[in-house]
């Protein structure tokens, strides 16, 4: 079974507007990480974001902000006044307390409109 | 956070034959991991480096077709041995720090 999805394989959103992208997970761990990474077409991996199973609180990121339900095991990411540059891959990705190793989703494909 | 540098950034080579990727950080780390990522897949991971031990592989992924060194805390390499055009992809290394993890540039691979 998939340990993470993401079902939006592209997405497109006009420029100054939001745009969530979605992530779910799978684990029996009680201690995990989630990660949301942009992969621009140079192929780096930029990091994002973090949330860990036990904050409290929703991470953020100056326009990014993670909607983290624990319950219904999603961990969207949410970008604000999207911007041309924001135009990439972006994976999510988790990490089990048992291992390090990151897992990653397919990815979706955002293109900001100007 | 950690800097690392990664190279070759980008090669082509001949089938059969092997490359060499490095990876050096700047701070000195427990674990490095190293991905592949197929054209237009996600990232799968290859196998964890652990300074003065064997790499852990995971499956799919066999010591002889990626051997890894990893001398010290800093450094590791990973080795595409008898290259074919299916290992044409992007090798990334990554090492952890408490709630981030960072990657390399990448080596985006291209064997003709």
């Known amino acids: 079974a998939q340990k993470i999805t993401q079902t939006q394989p592209g997405m497109f959103v006009q420029e100054k507007e939001a745009v969530t992208l979605d992530c779910t997970y799978d684990?029996?761990?009680?201690?995990?990480?989630l990660f949301w990474y942009k992969q621009p077409s140079s192929g780096e991996m930029i990091f994002l974001i973090y949330?860990?199973?036990?904050?409290?609180q929703n991470a953020t990121e100056g326009r990014y902000s993670l909607n983290f339900q624990k319950a219904r095991k999603s961990a969207n990411l949410v970008i604000s006044a999207s911007q041309l540059g924001d135009s990439a891959m972006y994976f999510c990705a988790m990490r089990e307390s048992s291992n390090y190793k990151l897992t990653f989703g397919k990815g979706t494909l955002l293109t900001v409109n100007p | 956070s950690a800097v690392i540098s990664q190279k070759p950034s980008r090669d082509i080579c001949q089938r059969g034959t092997s490359l060499t990727i490095q990876c050096q950080v700047d701070s000195q780390v427990t674990m490095m991991f190293w991905y592949r990522q197929q054209p237009g897949q996600s990232l799968t991971l290859i196998a964890t480096a652990n300074q003065g031990s064997e790499a852990t592989y995971e499956s799919g992924f066999v010591i002889d077709k990626f051997p890894i060194s990893r001398p010290n805390l800093t450094f590791s390499t990973l080795t595409v041995s008898n290259m074919s055009p299916e290992d044409s992809s992007i090798y990334l290394c990554s090492v952890q720090e408490n709630t981030e993890a960072f990657f390399g540039q990448g080596t985006r691979l291209t064997v003709v």
């Open positions: 684990t029996s761990d009680p201690s995990y990480g």
């Open positions: 949330q860990g199973s036990y904050d409290q």
